[in-house]
């Protein structure tokens, strides 16, 4: 079988942990607790940045539309002028980290998406983003390929055109379909080392769950992975699921280790310590005012770093709640319709890796609904697919 492509994450230590190198066993839990099990962090692995916390599309699940969280944020974007002044602070105190753009918003909202595109490679950094991919068109999609765009995550959540729209709030899936197919195209003409990885992310719940299954069949061969996440696990969430909370139990819990590795930075500079963390109470410091290395070694994430080793919640209730905290992952190299690729599962995700996504020379909505709809049909054999065998 060809080695699967894990997509790069520049200096971030999380590839190692999770997957290992190749033909290497991943390093068991024990070993990385002994590793990180003491206040001191290492190096700042990964940055998210969200240049935006607004977006176009309003999905059920997403804090971002929650009574907690107003879009009153600055207008819900990051001043230019501000996230200039982050990236000069990034390039001198954490030049190796791998950045991430606006996990918890979307990009092209801003007006400026592009600079900011342009500005993190300018910087040298590889460039990773999340999009919901309503707003990009080729002309978009041509220059992110120019620049040397890394990795490329969009979120869909339904495989048919009903479910998108009852979860996202807008008719959008054919229009996210040909985005797809034009980063597809763009990436065979290229060679492997000019092409974007490209992430398809599907967040399991009740309203997709049956049609997971097909999704990730559909799309396997077309992109480099298929994410099937499972928040609809977080019993805090009101679209738990009480189905996959039972079909995906959480494991013994010990020590998270996202705040050894890395930051999230709001619209207005504020650091917080994980995504999880969606409306923003746990605040760390503000690059606004403050240096890069002064919040990671501060006092704050100190603390919340000795807590986790001492499992002491009282005074971090969204890390208590929080079922993300988990990076351990198995896997298994599968054949899945004839495609070698490799399933992996932590308690976050399920995923499919493809090492050389095909192309698909046409799309016909007809003819993609009705390949849906016998794929949802056809579960034969698909029962242990997401049993992961080696333990």
Not at 3 to 12: A, C, T, Y
Request: with cysteine.
């Amino acid at each position: 079988m060809p080695e699967i492509h894990i997509s790069p994450r520049g200096f971030d230590l999380l590839p190692f942990l999770q997957y290992g190198i190749s033909g290497v066993p991943r390093i068991p839990d024990e070993i990385i607790l002994k590793t990180f099990g003491h206040l001191t962090p290492r190096p700042l692995g990964q940055i998210n940045i969200d240049t935006a916390s607004r977006c176009n599309l309003k999905c059920i699940m997403c804090p971002l539309w929650s009574e907690q969280r107003k879009q009153d944020i600055h207008g819900g974007l990051m001043d230019f002028e501000l996230f200039e002044r982050i990236l000069d602070i990034m390039s001198r105190e954490a030049p190796h980290a791998t950045v991430s753009l606006t996990p918890r918003g979307e990009l092209f909202c801003h007006p400026r998406a592009m600079d900011i595109c342009r500005a993190v490679r300018a910087a040298k950094y590889p460039l990773c983003f999340i999009t919901n991919a309503t707003l990009l068109n080729e002309e978009k999609i041509r220059e992110l390929f120019e620049i040397g765009t890394r990795e490329v995550r969009i979120s869909i959540d339904g495989a048919t055109r009903d479910t998108y729209a009852a979860i996202r709030s807008r008719d959008k899936l054919y229009e996210v379909i040909e985005a797809i197919l034009c980063f597809n195209k763009y990436n065979a003409a290229r060679e492997p080392h000019d092409r974007i990885t490209i992430i398809l992310n599907f967040v399991l719940q009740d309203t997709n769950a049956a049609e997971a299954v097909a999704f990730l069949r559909y799309w396997a061969p077309l992109v480099h992975r298929v994410c099937l996440l499972k928040w609809g696990t977080d019993k805090d969430s009101p679209h738990s699921s009480a189905v996959l909370n039972k079909k995906f139990p959480a494991p013994a819990r010990y020590p998270c280790l996202y705040p050894w590795m890395h930051m999230h930075i709001d619209v207005e500079g504020n650091v917080y310590p994980c995504c999880a963390d969606g409306f923003v109470t746990m605040n760390m410091g503000n690059l606004a005012t403050q240096s890069l290395k002064s919040i990671w070694l501060g006092e704050k994430y100190m603390k919340l770093r000795k807590a986790l080793l001492e499992g002491d919640f009282s005074e971090h209730p969204t890390c208590a709640k929080c079922s993300n905290w988990n990076i351990t992952t198995r896997k298994n190299a599968i054949t899945l319709d004839g495609l070698e690729c490799l399933l992996t599962e932590d308690i976050y995700s399920y995923s499919i890796h493809n090492q050389n996504p095909a192309p698909l020379e046409q799309f016909s909505a007809s003819a993609y609904e009705q390949r849906i709809q016998t794929l949802m049909q056809d579960e034969a054999g698909m029962a242990d697919l997401f049993t992961i065998r080696n333990p």
